[in-house]
């Protein structure tokens, strides 16, 4: 699964650490869903959708091998 | 199972220590195992090696069980992944190594026997094992 959290992050102008302070999460945790290692669970989602105000979908998209 | 049962083991599922039990397990292991180290240059009673084995095994524990200073659903996924490996290899290990042991020892003395492992090499090889790679896990992605 591909993500687009890296560019919605850096048009918000926000670090990875302001961004895991925001969500209650560790700054590892934002490092390896940007990095495609860790697939976040819905509430992390829908949180990152609620924080930068756009839909999961436009955060998140399927691979052909997903 | 009912609702009862399921929500108790989902308690104890999810049961961790607060962090400051890391420093204290840290402490305790090294002042342990140290211990055990310099009880082999002197002469003890035999109680005492069951006791620091037993304690040792403890201290580890703690660090196990101790949370991170942010514990999250990705730290929780990296720790389920390090004991599920822990797990697997420590019983893979503890099945095949006795038999290399036996397989090398016959070939240098036709009187080796096949010698298993007793429960203290087993449970703290299983949580080096486990914090090893929960370590090796989370400093992979920082």
């Known amino acids: 699964m591909k993500n687009t959290l890296k560019v919605q992050r850096a048009i918000k102008d ?3 650490d302001d961004l895991a302070k925001e969500m209650g999460v560790s ?16 509430v992390l989602a829908l949180k990152l959708s609620a924080i930068f ?4 979908n436009e955060f998140f998209t399927l691979e052909d091998d997903d | 199972m009912c609702e009862k049962e399921r929500r108790r083991l989902e308690k104890l599922n999810k049961f961790q220590l607060s962090h400051s039990y890391k420093k204290i397990g840290i402490i305790a292991s090294i002042t342990i195992f140290s211990l055990m ?5 002197i002469d003890e009673p035999d109680w005492v090696k069951p006791i620091l084995s037993g304690l040792l095994l403890v201290s580890m524990l703690l660090i196990s069980l101790a949370k991170e200073k942010v514990e ?12 599920r490996f822990a797990f697997i290899v420590v019983i893979i290990y503890s099945l095949v190594q006795p038999l290399v042991n036996y397989g090398v020892g016959i070939l240098f003395d036709e009187t080796e026997t096949l010698k298993g492992f007793d429960y203290f090499q087993v449970l703290f090889f299983m949580l080096v094992v486990q914090i090893l790679v929960f370590y090796k896990l989370k400093r992979y992605n920082k």
Do not use: C, M, W
């Not at chain 2, 180290?37 to 240059?41: L, N, Q, V």
């Not at chain 2, 999250?72 to 004991?83: H, N």
């Open chain 2, 72 to 83: 999250d659903e990705y730290i929780d996924s990296l720790r389920s992944q390090s004991y």
């Open chain 2, 37 to 41: 180290i310099a009880k082999k240059f």
């Open chain 1, 53 to 56: 105000g756009i839909s999961v």
């Open chain 1, 14 to 16: 926000l670090t990875q």
């Open chain 1, 27 to 42: 700054r590892q945790t934002i490092n390896s869903i940007e990095k495609g290692r860790y697939v976040p669970s819905t």
